[in-house]
């Protein structure tokens, strides 16, 4: 990692948060009341804290949307509305990935491929490039790379580890060898090492396993991990595997992470499909971490963990019962973009 260019963690300063809004013409059609209520509640959750950007096809949403915000309460001095085509709203994958660049900013847009050309992608995989023409961001050079990489793929401490999941890299890549992926990530990501993860996945998520539904930096020596306790459940040996991994990691100056392993909520059944309900999926935003919820009795605990892990920041759950649904949570909705970033 060079001394001018680095990957911010996302605990340090933020400027806003960016996300997309839900309409018809998404994925979210068939349940978009519920979807848009915590929506609702989650740019509520986040005003309090810092701005939120949004993304909207036009005029209409954006007035659609100010008129829910406005009926909460919602401080409408922290919303601003941007613009944006997108053919999906999990903003996490196919935002920017901004590192520090000295004084400004590099705004890295790698192909968004829809987790391996699962979906249709070609309004998201330019939403970065639409973004920067908008003249929205200040000191900052728009990169394009020719590598599939999402957001939710990787996790950095900010100092140049990076830690991510082969899974996800390897489905993604699976012509590259370990070698050649870890060398383009930590070129591009200006990293000095990368923690590879053999093991862990979720039913129900369609990422191939993306890290920020498993395991989380909660500072440059602290890995916050979602855990499963129940010995009769079909991720048990999967995740107590994982937890193995992680136990293993030695932080950069050699000493063992400290582990805050997350509990398990019971089964989430949907239509006979079962959902990914992950708590490693929250979000840092200035002051607070905003924790998914799923109206489970391992929704407290959750919270008990977090305010571990994060001792200096309020907790604020966000009922993410509906988004599961889609396969993603609030982490994947969301893309925070660092201080000084936004002009």
Excluded at 15 to 23: F, R
Aim: aromatic residues 10%; proline residues 5%; glycine residues 8%.
């Amino acid at each position: 990692m060079t001394a001018s260019l680095r990957f911010p963690a996302e605990w340090e300063p933020q400027s806003a948060v960016l996300i997309a809004w839900p309409h018809a013409g998404t994925d979210w059609f068939d349940r978009l009341a519920g979807v848009e209520a915590t929506y609702v509640a989650l740019v509520k959750a986040i005003t309090r804290f810092e701005r939120v950007l949004v993304c909207v096809p036009d005029g209409k949403l954006a007035a659609h949307a100010t008129s829910a915000l406005a009926g909460v309460g919602v401080d409408l001095e922290r919303v601003r509305f941007v613009p944006t085509p997108y053919n999906d709203t999990w903003l996490r994958d196919s935002g920017p990935i901004t590192l520090r660049d000295g004084d400004g900013f590099r705004l890295l847009d790698f192909f968004f491929t829809a987790w391996g050309g699962k979906f249709v992608s070609d309004l998201d995989d330019k939403v970065v490039s639409t973004l920067y023409g908008q003249g929205i961001f200040r000191d900052a050079r728009h990169l394009r790379i020719g590598f599939a990489l999402e957001g939710g793929a990787i996790e950095t401490d900010g100092a140049g580890t990076l830690l991510t999941t082969w899974r996800c890299l390897h489905e993604r890549h699976s012509g590259k060898s370990r070698e050649e992926i870890t060398a383009t990530l930590e070129s591009s990501l200006a990293q000095d090492r990368t923690l590879w993860l053999e093991r862990g996945y979720l039913e129900g998520d369609d990422t191939d396993a993306h890290i920020d539904t498993l395991a989380r930096f909660a500072g440059p020596d602290a890995i916050v991990f979602q855990g499963c306790q129940d010995p009769g459940d079909a991720h048990f040996l999967e995740l107590q595997a994982m937890a193995g991994e992680l136990a293993a990691f030695r932080t950069g100056d050699d000493r063992p992470y400290r582990l805050f392993e997350l509990p398990w909520a019971k089964p989430i059944v949907d239509d006979g499909r079962r959902l990914a309900a992950s708590y490693a999926n929250f979000l840092i935003v200035n002051g607070a971490v905003l924790m998914p919820a799923y109206g489970d009795d391992a929704d407290a605990r959750a919270a008990e963990v977090l305010a571990q892990a994060f001792p200096d920041r309020e907790i604020v759950p966000v009922s993410c019962r509906a988004l599961i649904w889609q396969n993603g949570s609030l982490h994947c909705l969301t893309m925070q973009l660092p201080e000084g970033l936004i002009a």
